[in-house]
């Protein structure tokens, strides 16, 4: 019998796949068949017991009769009359994980003066959102643009939202708080890892061989590298304005640039200026006397 899409219980639990519901607990599917059938066995019998049957005759009736409304009416009724309760501790199971707590990343321009990031904060706190990590990056300094000009940051954060929290209302909330360009997007645990730590890493592995700069790059940006062949051309820039945000290129002497892309995550300055001293480390290595062993190696 196929489950009744209208009811809550099925539109919790219809899995996204096979749109199957889940197999309930082994104790509730038989107490559920057992309240189901008994009243039904109690009727059929007290029917048959009464007649004038012979014996014989009476049990082929009750068996066949009981075996039919079994399989045609209890077990049916016991799955859709009974549902709720039958898969009871997966509705609970599906409402916790509904309400973990998920990891997003975000980020947003904030004007460069004091009382921006708390309204910011205050803005996200009022979603039950934590803020885990921050980093912030100059975008534009009061200096550059002039007297009487405030210059602007780009702050970008790692938050613990609460299940329900979706990203339209992330993105109102840094709006609210007075940020612009807002970008937000799901992230795991891994947005956690210091990212200086990756990058010593990642230099200590370059030390070791040269030519795995691009390889080291692209962990480190959690990018994709941009081949440079004919075939597979480097993202098209627009014309005056320089290279996309989510476009870096990394200019070498030795390999040819290399451009790395990562769509709808335009890169940090902080992170481009880490991709820089690596191809410089790269560049020093690979000019160096030791640069064939460690190669052979």
């Not at 998920?102 to 910011?120: C, F, I, N």
């Not at 210059?151 to 909330?173: I, N, R, Y």
């Not at 290399?258 to 300055?269: H, I, M, Q």
Request: net charge neutral.
């Amino acid at each position: 019998m196929k489950p009744n899409p209208s009811t809550s219980v099925t539109a919790d639990l219809l899995c996204d796949v096979c749109g199957q519901l889940p197999e309930p607990p082994k104790a509730r599917l038989t107490l559920a068949n057992i309240a189901v059938m008994l009243p039904i066995e109690l009727l059929v019998h007290a029917a048959v017991v009464g007649t004038t049957l012979p014996y014989v005759a009476k049990v082929l009736l009750l068996a066949v009769t009981a075996t039919i409304l079994v399989i045609w009416v209890a077990e049916p009724s016991a799955a859709k009359v009974l549902r709720g309760w039958l898969h009871a501790p997966a509705l609970r199971q599906r409402h916790r994980l509904h309400l973990a707590p998920a990891l997003w990343r975000a980020r947003t321009v904030l004007l460069d003066q004091p009382g921006s990031l708390q309204t910011v904060t205050q803005s996200l706190a009022r979603l039950g959102t934590n803020i885990l990590s921050l980093h912030v990056h100059p975008v534009t300094s009061a200096r550059s643009l002039g007297p009487g000009h405030i210059g602007t940051v780009m702050d970008e954060f790692v938050l613990s939202a609460p299940g329900d929290v979706t990203e339209q209302e992330l993105l109102k909330a840094l709006a609210d708080g007075g940020g612009c360009g807002s970008l937000v997007w799901p992230t795991t645990a891994l947005a956690m890892a210091d990212g200086q730590t990756k990058a010593l890493t990642l230099a200590t592995r370059i030390a070791g061989n040269p030519k795995e700069l691009p390889h080291a790059v692209a962990e480190l940006l959690s990018a994709k590298i941009v081949p440079g062949d004919p075939e597979h051309p480097a993202p098209a820039t627009s014309a005056g304005v320089g290279p996309s945000p989510d476009v870096l290129k990394i200019p070498t002497a030795w390999n040819g640039p290399l451009v790395f892309s990562r769509p709808g995550e335009p890169f940090t300055p902080a992170e481009s200026a880490r991709a820089h001293r690596l191809a410089e480390l790269a560049e020093i290595l690979a000019h160096s006397p030791a640069a064939p062993e460690r190669a052979r190696c």
